[in-house]
């Protein structure tokens, strides 16, 4: 089932698709980051533009950005780490991943989907997504039994499908 694994089987409420490997700022590049940056620097073909230019225009028509509703989300003096996590209830916009993760297998390009019950402070929330400082726990430390479930793979991948602050 890939990205798009029914929430029910999980049993987890969020989930994030990523680069399994820290970035220069210490954090997972997001999938849309991921993508974007093969984008900008001249990898994808003139089909994966023309999909990646059409499917972010259109999250950017139906998909609110937290850091309109809220410029600090994204700050690293504020949130530093800040990463963007999908509820896993937003299928509508958890299913178009699956293109995204389709470019990142045929470049090589790991990415891995992870889901959790608490993926960290959440600084912003809406009704499709939130946004968490990582590594923070209201608690101190994940409750037993909500250890994050990852899936890894070429194929299996917050973030933002535009460029946005951090590129997560």
């Keep these: 089932m890939g990205a798009r694994m029914a929430p029910s089987m999980t049993g987890l409420p969020f989930v994030r698709f990523q680069s399994p490997t820290r970035n220069e700022r210490g954090t997972f590049t997001g ?85 959790s019950a608490d993926p960290g402070v959440i600084v912003y929330e809406d009704e499709y997504q939130v946004v968490v400082v990582a590594g923070k726990r209201k608690r101190g430390l994940a409750p037993a039994g909500q250890v994050p479930f990852v899936e890894s793979g070429s194929a299996l991948a917050g973030d933002r499908p535009s460029h946005q602050p951090g590129e997560d």
């Design 31 to 115: 999938v849309f980051g991921l993508v974007n940056g093969l984008a900008k620097a001249g990898r994808l073909t003139a089909e994966q533009e023309a999909f990646r230019r059409a499917n972010n225009d259109w999250y950017d028509a139906n998909f609110i950005n937290p850091a309109h509703t809220d410029p600090s989300v994204y700050d690293v003096d504020v949130n530093p780490g800040a990463a963007a996590w999908f509820k896993a209830t937003a299928q509508v916009f958890i299913e178009r991943v699956d293109g995204y993760l389709s470019i990142l297998e045929t470049h090589g390009i790991p990415c891995e989907t992870v889901w």
